[in-house]
């Protein structure tokens, strides 16, 4: 290399040329990778040798760092005039996970960097500002939209006031979260997750627009199904079934007499009917239930409403043991539960309005029935569960449950450790209790 060191800030012919490479999208991959491969692209951005070549920590990841951040970059190239700013974008998508060549949360170590990396482009001050905002929240619609109800009022509040009032700042964050999830993998960016970062986007863009918030339509809500089950009598009530397609999955349906456990119960039945859960709610008015499912069928089966129905009131009956079945379907997948990372279990009590008292997050292995076990063990610690968004990368779960104590107290310490103590236990193979019928 026989070139003078670059000027910093660059000149502004410098920066303009690299913005025009990386607003072309695909073709500016293989340059870029050519670039790296001469040694340019770490004379240009320095920070860049430490994500060369690095592995990433989770299996979803399709590529390694500095390639996920090339491939983030081009397609974000394809969403440029959905912004007010292309370029804060484009240089936004190539350093978002720079912090990963430190240690720490590697959205909180990035911030700083990106910083610098705007400064010495020769960005302005406040370009600098939302720069370091992009790379610092990257995660925020992606995280919030499918670990949060985000029907709850106080999940729009918490990230309106995140973001501040720059609507500009949202879009560009919804934009990133495009081609960061693009970049990863389908199961990292589905239909289904665009669909709830597209809804929690226009919630939080209603709210920092200061005029009166319209009625979002809930993401979970009963609707005319398009195939339904004859209701079949149960004591205390009938139990109906109803099937929706939706955005890459269906929406279920499941009315039922209401008892404890009545969700966790619902949840076991769509396992065994090989059905995926990602989102659900239970309501209940006049001593009946009504859960709303989003599911997806692990092996492309449609679920069949009879069959649903059918295993449902078996179940409130006590004539299908749904643990023991579910135990032998995790011994016919050999699905042990082991991981590299321990579970965890953790709580936030300070998100939530309504009926909720607060949100316990489960990260473990996922497995078999996860879903019903981990209800099943608030449940049997004596909290109700009111809703649960569900995320699976890969071989991992991330689960949060919206909770709330029958006798409308807060859940004190002691309880908490107990339902802790039970979820943990059911995150390592341990038995789910049976559900008192």
Not at 345 to 353: K, P, Q, R
Not at 354 to 369: L, S
Not at 377 to 405: H, K, M, P, Q, W
């Amino acid at each position: 290399m026989h070139s003078p060191p670059m000027p910093e800030p660059w000149p502004p012919e410098v920066r303009w040329s690299f913005l025009r490479l990386l607003a072309s999208g695909r073709p500016a991959v293989a340059v870029l990778e050519q670039l790296d491969q001469e040694g340019l692209l770490s004379r240009l951005i320095p920070e860049w040798d430490r994500v060369r070549s690095m592995p990433q920590r989770h299996p979803w990841h399709r590529y390694t760092v500095d390639r996920h951040l090339v491939e983030a970059a081009a397609a974000a190239a394809e969403l440029t005039r959905d912004v007010d700013r292309p370029d804060l974008l484009l240089v936004a998508a190539l350093v978002h996970d720079i912090g990963k060549g430190w240690p720490g949360d590697h959205s909180e170590v990035g911030e700083p960097i990106a910083a610098e990396i705007g400064t010495r482009m020769g960005f302005s001050e406040a370009d600098v500002a939302t720069l370091a905002v992009l790379v610092r929240h990257h995660l925020l619609l992606p995280d919030t939209a499918t670990r949060r109800d985000i029907d709850d009022p106080a999940t729009i509040d918490r990230v309106a006031a995140t973001i501040g009032s720059d609507t500009a700042v949202l879009q560009l964050l919804h934009a990133l979260a495009q081609a960061d999830g693009a970049a990863t993998s389908t199961s990292a960016w589905s239909p289904w997750k665009a669909h709830l970062v597209a809804a929690l986007v226009a919630r939080v863009q209603a709210k920092l627009g200061g005029g009166p918030m319209p009625e979002p339509e809930p993401v979970l809500h009963p609707t005319t199904p398009q195939v339904s089950a004859p209701p079949l009598d149960v004591a205390g009530g009938a139990v109906t079934v109803g099937i929706e397609d939706v955005a890459d999955g269906q929406q279920v349906t499941i009315g039922a007499p209401d008892r404890s456990g009545l969700l966790s119960t619902c949840a076991g039945v769509l396992a065994l009917n090989q059905l995926d859960v990602r989102a659900a709610k239970m309501t209940v008015e006049d001593g009946y239930g009504t859960g709303v499912f989003a599911v997806r069928p692990r092996f492309g089966r449609a679920p069949v409403p009879e069959i649903l129905a059918d295993a449902v009131r078996a179940a409130l009956e006590g004539t299908l043991p749904l643990a023991e079945r579910l135990r032998q379907r995790e011994a016919d997948y050999r699905q042990d539960g082991v991981r590299s990372s321990p579970p965890r279990v953790s709580w936030h009590n300070g998100e939530v309005s309504g009926a909720a008292t607060g949100i316990v997050e489960v990260r473990a292995g996922d497995r078999a029935g996860l879903l019903y076990r981990l209800t099943a063990a608030i449940t049997g610690e004596g909290l109700d569960v009111t809703s649960a968004r569900i995320e699976t990368l890969g071989g991992d779960a991330v689960d949060s449950f919206y909770v709330c104590n029958p006798s409308g107290e807060a859940v004190d310490a002691e309880q908490r450790e107990r339902v802790e103590a039970a979820l943990l236990a059911v995150t390592r193979g341990q038995a789910a209790p049976e559900l008192h019928r």
